[in-house]
């Protein structure tokens, strides 16, 4: 058993102050926040705040607020090495998506393990405790599969042990490059040739840890698989497993769609069984109202990922609107134009006071539950991104007193409008600490990961 | 003279390696970039990046990416209280703007000291090299002149002094609640009554040092301005000082605007020689076509706040179109609700995006002049904001191998679409060390000092 004296711990929905934490292995057993211990014990002695009734054991105190994990539901972790690289051309979502697949085309199992674990320790050290890989690049330059068929997938899963973050492994189905168009170039990588052979290959997936490491599906969008495929999700979506798709991120997604299939993408979804609530529809950004009362219906999760959203010309979607329809809002990296999950929660807030021209669409604390505890539910992980008895022992504490955060009250508003990445200071998750607050040496890793994958 | 040798450096409009920048006093005196040294001394040995020419002398290396001086066009120091604390209520700008005044409701010259110069510093690490202070907040509670009644532009200047920062200090005209109502409240203030007596005593303003400081005007608005009371500055547009003003940041401006006078808040501006080549607009959010034309054919910079018109629900402005028509942008951090050059150059960018659907409006580089060179000029220091022989002596170093740095390619891209705040490791300003790295103190000073502000 282990204990933390949290300065300030954000629990049941507020910050409270002199939290007790007790852990057992990766699990929380107990939580007491200064005020219960006093009415527990009968007295409220001066010295209190300094004397929890385990600071003789081996009492851990951590100074600042402590949050509970935070999910990072979208990530494409090769995207890393772009940051910076993709600002020199005008250009469209179009052709940053061939900057993109010139990396793409450079990774193999040994490379890609080495930028996703110096990509997932950057996240880490960013107080993300979860990540949900949306996974598609599976085979060789030309399009054979490895030897390994999941070599790829293999090395994700590897990389995030190694880097220390829980990982959902949703591999990726590939089969066109629009509607009715066969892959081509780079894109032969991520394709498996059928739904029946995509099926086949994540079956032989193998979590390296269990506890750690889920296994989810996505399909990449409906332009990269048939409406016949689509069906292959069904079962998935039945079973409860982690299921996501890029969804309505870009208008002329919308409009082929509808020339083709006669109907927008989320109607298309609906008709064929992939809605349900372990659905994550990714960006959902340029929708219908008919797209969001499906949403809604379906109580799917809308994964926001609103720095990339910004950085791609996306738009801005109707996180609001989503979640009022009965959708639930997680927030992801995406891209990792920035990994910064502070950043995420406020821009989604943001970016509505930008279109309605209007401040408060979404409180501190809802956007707090969507980086946390439904974020995390909607990678498989219910048992997380909360500081709860029972739950999976993620701590993510952030200084209170740095340039960006001192002064601001130290509450929930503290974390989403003020903090960044750098204020992030001890990283704990499933009852290890994986981040002491040394972020140096987690830039220096990408320094060199990244520079070598541009000059091979 | 002293010498710096700079890593990598922002230098004629690219960046250059290993450039030698000598200094006499507050002045650049020689820069020679690695290239340049070679061609100058005919011979070019392998170890020649090791051995510049002074540096058996007293030559300062800066690893990382040394940009010339950020200047901040817009800042309301006392705002910076307010970070994270305005977040808690659904609402506009209007009930923004009443939190607003309970701040300014509390400060006195010495407390006002206090927090503007913890801000100031948190601006100096942040690199900015200099600051447009919009200054209204002039008497005491109930309108009463301070015995000097300076005293509280005489803090702000002295803050900045003791900071570390430039400053242009922008005694701002206050006189009308809106259209026709007379001053209320905690804008007593801000009001001086009349034009005149506002001459008279912005003319008894003395800036504590002749080379750091300057003193501009402004008005603060069309709202708090009367159409009258604007002639006043034509004369100070006729003189080429620094003129500035808030505009068209709200729709309700506008409409309110045109039903008082029937036209528009730049047009109004434009018919009382308002608009020069030193004039500032402010936001310039809600513009007409006509409006850009008019702050284009006057070549006025366009002085815009992404961080602040986000937060505050504003908009987003033409930024592109406005450059297009003759405007010159530049930036400002206004209310601190973030202090991050960075993130302020690449917001105007990112926000277009948003709007448009399309990437590429403004390139690094000319993000850089506005966050540069083109800010300096705003404020009055043409001499400011390049590395460049005869210039100001500032210096601004980002670290280019941080969680947000690494691997982005280390040149303008970086700077602009990558770094934050917290990269900024060394600050010269006008040939003086004004900050070394030490982020954390930065951050205590203002934990302390607005603590103090909200429990006195």
Same mark, same amino acid.
């Given at each position: 058993?282990? &204990?933390?004296?949290?300065?300030?711990?954000?629990? $049941?929905?507020?910050?409270?102050?002199?939290?007790?934490?007790?852990?057992?292995?990766?699990?929380?057993?107990? *939580?007491?926040? $200064?005020? !219960?211990?006093?009415?527990?014990?009968?007295?409220?002695?001066?010295?209190?705040?300094?004397?929890?009734? @385990?600071?003789?054991?081996?009492?851990?105190?951590?100074?600042?607020?402590? %949050?509970?994990?935070?999910?990072?539901?979208?990530?494409?972790?090769?995207?890393?090495?772009?940051?910076?690289?993709?600002?020199?051309?005008?250009?469209?979502?179009?052709?940053?998506?061939?900057?993109?697949?010139?990396?793409?085309?450079?990774?193999?199992?040994?490379?890609?393990?080495?930028?996703?674990?110096?990509?997932?320790?950057?996240?880490?050290?960013?107080?993300?405790? @979860?990540?949900?890989?949306? #996974?598609?690049?599976? #085979?060789?330059? =030309?399009?054979?599969?490895?030897?390994?068929?999941?070599?790829?997938?293999?090395?994700? %899963?590897?990389?995030?042990? !190694?880097?220390?973050?829980?990982?959902?492994? %949703?591999?990726?189905?590939?089969?066109?490059?629009?509607?009715?168009?066969?892959?081509?170039? *780079?894109?032969?990588?991520?394709?498996?040739? @059928?739904?029946?052979?995509?099926?086949?290959?994540?079956?032989?997936? @193998?979590?390296?840890?269990?506890? $750690?490491?889920?296994?989810?599906?996505?399909?990449?969008?409906?332009?990269?698989?048939?409406?016949?495929? %689509?069906?292959?999700?069904?079962?998935?979506?039945? =079973?409860?497993?982690?299921?996501?798709? #890029?969804?309505?991120?870009?208008?002329?997604?919308?409009?082929?769609?509808?020339?083709?299939?006669?109907?927008?993408?989320?109607?298309?979804?609906?008709?064929?069984?992939?809605?349900?609530?372990?659905?994550?529809?990714?960006?959902?950004?340029?929708?219908?109202?008919?797209?969001?009362?499906?949403?809604?219906?379906?109580?799917?999760?809308?994964?926001?990922?609103?720095?990339?959203?910004?950085?791609?010309?996306?738009?801005?979607?109707?996180?609001?609107?989503?979640?009022?329809?009965?959708?639930?809002?997680?927030?992801?990296?995406?891209?990792?134009?920035?990994?910064?999950?502070?950043?995420?929660?406020?821009? *989604?807030?943001?970016?509505?006071?930008?279109?309605?021209?209007?401040?408060?669409?979404?409180?501190?604390?809802?956007?707090?539950?969507?980086?946390?505890?439904?974020?995390?539910?909607?990678?498989?992980?219910?048992?997380?991104?909360?500081?709860?008895?029972?739950?999976? &022992? =993620?701590?993510?504490?952030?200084?209170?007193?740095?340039?960006?955060?001192?002064?601001?009250?130290?509450?929930?508003?503290?974390?989403?409008?003020?903090?960044?990445?750098?204020?992030?200071?001890?990283?704990? *998750? =499933?009852?290890?600490?994986?981040?002491?607050?040394?972020?140096?040496?987690?830039?220096?890793?990408? $320094?060199?990961?990244?520079?070598?994958?541009?000059?091979?």
């Amino acid at each position: 058993m282990s &204990a933390y004296l949290l300065e300030h711990a954000w629990v $049941d929905g507020r910050v409270q102050h002199d939290v007790l934490v007790e852990l057992e292995g990766s699990r929380i057993t107990s *939580v007491t926040p $200064d005020g !219960d211990l006093m009415r527990l014990s009968g007295v409220a002695t001066p010295d209190k705040r300094m004397n929890p009734r @385990s600071a003789g054991d081996s009492c851990t105190r951590l100074r600042g607020l402590t %949050l509970p994990g935070l999910a990072n539901t979208h990530s494409h972790a090769f995207h890393r090495a772009l940051r910076g690289r993709t600002q020199t051309d005008r250009g469209t979502f179009w052709t940053w998506r061939e900057q993109m697949y010139a990396v793409a085309g450079r990774l193999d199992p040994e490379t890609y393990y080495a930028l996703a674990k110096a990509t997932y320790a950057e996240m880490v050290a960013a107080g993300y405790t @979860s990540v949900g890989e949306f #996974h598609y690049l599976h #085979h060789q330059p =030309d399009g054979t599969p490895y030897d390994d068929p999941n070599a790829m997938g293999h090395a994700l %899963l590897a990389a995030a042990r !190694d880097a220390g973050i829980r990982i959902t492994l %949703l591999d990726t189905l590939y089969l066109s490059s629009g509607f009715g168009a066969a892959s081509e170039g *780079v894109q032969r990588r991520f394709d498996d040739g @059928s739904a029946e052979t995509w099926q086949e290959r994540v079956s032989a997936l @193998s979590p390296l840890t269990g506890a $750690d490491a889920l296994i989810g599906v996505a399909a990449h969008s409906v332009r990269a698989v048939p409406a016949d495929a %689509l069906k292959a999700f069904a079962r998935y979506v039945a =079973d409860g497993a982690a299921v996501h798709v #890029h969804l309505s991120e870009q208008v002329k997604e919308n409009a082929d769609c509808v020339a083709a299939h006669g109907v927008t993408p989320t109607r298309l979804l609906a008709d064929h069984g992939f809605l349900g609530p372990m659905t994550s529809a990714v960006h959902a950004t340029h929708l219908t109202d008919e797209d969001v009362r499906l949403l809604g219906e379906a109580r799917a999760f809308a994964s926001f990922c609103p720095t990339t959203e910004r950085d791609l010309g996306d738009g801005i979607g109707r996180a609001r609107a989503l979640q009022e329809a009965g959708s639930v809002l997680t927030l992801g990296s995406d891209s990792h134009a920035i990994i910064d999950a502070f950043e995420e929660m406020r821009a *989604v807030e943001m970016d509505e006071r930008l279109a309605s021209q209007a401040r408060g669409h979404w409180s501190a604390a809802e956007l707090l539950a969507a980086a946390t505890a439904d974020g995390h539910r909607s990678l498989g992980f219910a048992d997380a991104g909360a500081i709860a008895v029972g739950q999976r &022992a =993620d701590l993510v504490t952030i200084d209170l007193a740095s340039p960006r955060t001192a002064g601001t009250g130290g509450d929930e508003h503290t974390a989403v409008f003020a903090a960044g990445a750098a204020d992030v200071t001890h990283v704990m *998750v =499933d009852g290890k600490v994986v981040f002491e607050g040394d972020h140096a040496v987690v830039g220096r890793s990408l $320094d060199d990961v990244i520079g070598r994958i541009w000059t091979s």
